[in-house]
Each structure stands twice: as C-alpha cells, then as structure tokens.
C-alpha cells in the first residue's frame, strides 16, 4: 500500500504527527520527516528557499527507499510539498495541502513575516516559539496540545527561524497550480489565523479536480486540536478509489 509522507510547517516537527501515525501507520506506513534547522534535525542548518527545503526531503525519501508516495504538507510544508510536486511528480500519488496557500507573503498572517523576524532576533528563539505556536490553536495557551507543539517549536534555532521566515516570504507557487496533477485535497480550520480564506479558495479552485474539507472550530494546527475527525477526513481520502 502507498505510504503517506508527513511534512511540517515552520518551526514544527515530526512528533506533531503522532496521532496520525497511530491511525494510519498500521495501514499504509506513515513516513514523517524533520525538516533541516527543525525537530529532531535541528543540529541542521536550514535551507533560505522553498525549493531547498524540497530537494531535501525528496534525497531523503529516496535514500531511505520511499520513492513513490502520498504527500501531505501543512504549513510551510505544503509550500515544500508543492515545490516536491513540481519537481518530481512521476513519484507523488495523492496531495494533501493543508492550512497552507500558494504563496509566502500573506496579508492575512497574525503578523507580517518581517515581524517575525525582528521580534525573533529580539526576543529569541524560545520566547518566539511559545508566541508563535500560540496562534495555532483556537484556545492559544490554554489548548491541551500547546505545550507539547510549542517544546517541538523551541528546538528551532534562530538561524533556522530566519531562514524559514525567508523561505516563505520569497516564494510562489501560483504559476505552477495548473500544473499540479495529482489527485488533492485542500484541508482548512474555519478559524487559522496563519492562512485566511482566499489562499485556501485559490488552491482548491485552481487545483484542477482538488477537493476541499473546512474543519469547523479549529486554527492552523487542525490535526492537534480535532485529530480524530482530521483523521477521518484523510483516511477517506487516501482510501477513496
């Protein structure tokens, strides 16, 4: 059976997918990477382009022996993911993009990317870590899964932070929608204040075929906060002939 490979978003890390492993792992295989600069691969030091990132993770699949598969990118991710698309879409069956857009800069984000990182160089890169996963969820601190996402976050450094601040703010994949052939789906929380409405709206309409699932009374991290009804949602998806 196809595996699913899981990529996460700024300052995230594989652990953020642990229940998805448990619902799906028996079934399929699910391959969750630590991006470089992040997670358990935070020694790393991070790539300053979307397309780094991607070559990336494509050489590490490869190496590990995962060559063909479903690909699910949040966040930052699934910028990284489209970027996997567009340069090797002989070995992506499936796509989901969730909580994420076709382009870095977003007026919409709870504050500009040049924000970020100023704050990030001023207050370092804990202090960030714990104010930027805050905005994930919908309850902020008071979300059950904020302190275990936010000690995922902390391990980032702020090199890495930067970088992938940079990453973001410089790409765009908008030209390349009409070019995305694999099956997709496009996954939203109703209240993300990362990603507003109109990103979401132009992949799912610009995605020729892609599907669309809005998870009601969620933020940016949808899978932590309702992960069963989350998991529902993908498993159909990948399993849906």
């Not at 059976?1 to 652990?15: D, K, Y």
């Not at 190496?63 to 966040?75: E, I, T, Y």
């Not at 202090?127 to 000690?151: G, H, K, N, V």
Request: charge should be negative; charged fraction near 20%.
């Amino acid at each position: 059976m196809t595996p699913l490979v899981c990529v996460h978003g700024f300052m995230g890390g594989s652990a953020q997918w642990q229940a998805q492993r448990a619902a799906l792992g028996p079934e399929r295989g699910v391959h969750a990477v630590d991006l470089p600069g992040f997670g358990a691969s935070a020694h790393l030091e991070a790539p300053c382009q979307i397309a780094g990132f991607a070559r990336w993770v494509l050489a590490r699949l490869h190496a590990d022996g995962v060559d063909r598969f479903h690909l699910m990118g949040h966040s930052m991710g699934g910028m990284i993911a489209q970027e996997m698309v567009a340069q090797a879409p002989e070995r992506v069956d499936r796509l989901v993009l969730y909580g994420t857009g076709a382009k870095g800069m977003l007026p919409g984000r709870f504050e500009p990317i040049d924000t970020s990182k100023q704050r990030a160089r001023e207050e370092g890169p804990r202090d960030t870590a714990r104010r930027i996963s805050a905005t994930w969820f919908l309850q902020r601190e008071a979300s059950p899964a904020y302190e275990a996402c936010a000690a995922i976050a902390e391990r980032a450094s702020l090199q890495s932070i930067v970088a992938g601040l940079d990453a973001m703010r410089d790409w765009s994949g908008e030209d390349a929608l009409a070019d995305i052939h694999a099956r997709t789906l496009v996954v939203w929380g109703d209240h993300d204040r990362t990603y507003p409405w109109s990103q979401t709206e132009r992949l799912w309409k610009s995605i020729d075929g892609a599907s669309l699932a809005v998870i009601p009374d969620c933020a940016h991290a949808a899978h932590l906060e309702k992960p069963h009804l989350f998991n529902e949602i993908l498993g159909d998806f990948l399993r849906a002939s």
